[in-house]
């Protein structure tokens, strides 16, 4: 039994067309493509995560059971089931439709129905109802040989705009690695003051930090997201925004006059889940000097998915931070 069109159009019209996840605003349909993925609460199948066999078929492909994430969101709370039960998917998804905006239902019915034409049975996914991301033929490739060269082409750029922000921002882990948190507090705070702090004081103004970014051309890794996997675009999104959000956090403490250290700053928490399994995370989060090494472990990641041949999830990766 396969989810009927009628759950499918209440879900997209519940889901103010966004992904249910905390935080994330990626779109479940955008324009003529959908983007989204209907993601079984209780799995599909014996095979599938959190898989409840008391459950009828109606109910396991039912409203209360699904629930629409972003591609990367769906790996996230399948790769790690000890965080994401069924209790908190199930509260996810009521805090997501009671704060959502209806969508019309003409909308409704459109979205619901690209999905149903766009969904396929997914092979990574146990029992979920997969929808399809970009391919060859939506993007008017001629060949898969054409497609696989713009897919290389796409990755090579997104990773030079990964090596430029490196540069930009080589002063702000060149800091982290030297000082300490307790060290940086001391010196926000006008409590102490060395030579070594000066690579921070470019981040008095949050001007430098755009420039910072523009120099790296982050804004042109948009174009080639219809070309990289989802995986991918979400490990790439990430880095940049943890050189952004970190360089940001620099500017709020001279204001604070108080270190606000990026490890205890939500935003860049959300980020870092949506790519890595919890634990690794928190242990990042316990580390003394390791931004430098998180961003290693990011690009190794991403060098990791941009290898068709290689499965990039779940993540086998030691830590290399102690």
Not at 91 to 99: I, P, T
Not at 144 to 152: N, Q, V
Not at 158 to 181: C, G, N, R, Y
Not at 245 to 274: C, E, N, P, V
Request: glycine fraction near 4%.
């Amino acid at each position: 039994m396969s989810v009927r069109p009628p759950v499918i159009k209440r879900l997209f019209a519940q889901s103010s067309n966004r992904c249910a996840f905390p935080m994330c605003t990626d779109p479940i349909v955008d324009g003529e493509l959908v983007l989204g993925e209907i993601c079984h609460i209780a799995a599909a199948s014996a095979q599938g995560p959190r898989y409840d066999a008391r459950q009828s078929d109606e109910v396991r492909n039912g409203f209360d059971n699904l629930i629409l994430l972003c591609p990367t969101h769906h790996k996230v709370v399948d790769a790690d089931l000890e965080a994401y039960t069924v209790d908190r998917l199930l509260k996810m998804k009521a805090d997501h439709e009671k704060a959502a905006t209806a969508v019309p239902d003409q909308q409704a019915s459109d979205g619901a129905l690209l999905i149903l034409d766009n969904s396929v049975r997914s092979h990574n996914q146990s029992g979920g109802v997969t929808a399809q991301t970009v391919n060859a033929g939506t993007i008017n490739l001629s060949s898969s040989s054409a497609a696989d060269d713009r897919t290389t082409k796409a990755v090579e750029r997104l990773w030079q705009i990964i090596l430029d922000l490196k540069s930009a921002f080589s002063d702000l882990t060149f800091v982290d690695s030297i000082l300490t948190p307790d060290e940086l507090n001391r010196y926000f705070s006008g409590a102490d003051s060395h030579p070594l702090f000066d690579s921070a004081r470019l981040y008095r103004s949050q001007d430098v930090i755009i420039e910072k970014m523009k120099g790296a051309n982050f804004a042109k890794g948009e174009m080639e997201r219809p070309f990289v996997s989802p995986r991918l675009w979400a490990i790439f999104w990430c880095i940049q925004a943890i050189y952004g959000r970190t360089a940001m956090l620099y500017a709020l403490s001279f204001k604070k006059r108080s270190y606000d250290d990026w490890r205890s700053d939500h935003g860049i928490d959300q980020h870092l889940r949506a790519v890595l399994p919890i634990k690794t995370v928190d242990e990042v989060r316990q580390q003394t000097h390791s931004l430098q090494s998180l961003l290693g472990l990011l690009e190794s990641l991403f060098t990791d998915a941009a290898r068709p041949s290689r499965s990039p999830w779940p993540p086998n990766i030691p830590l290399p931070l102690k």
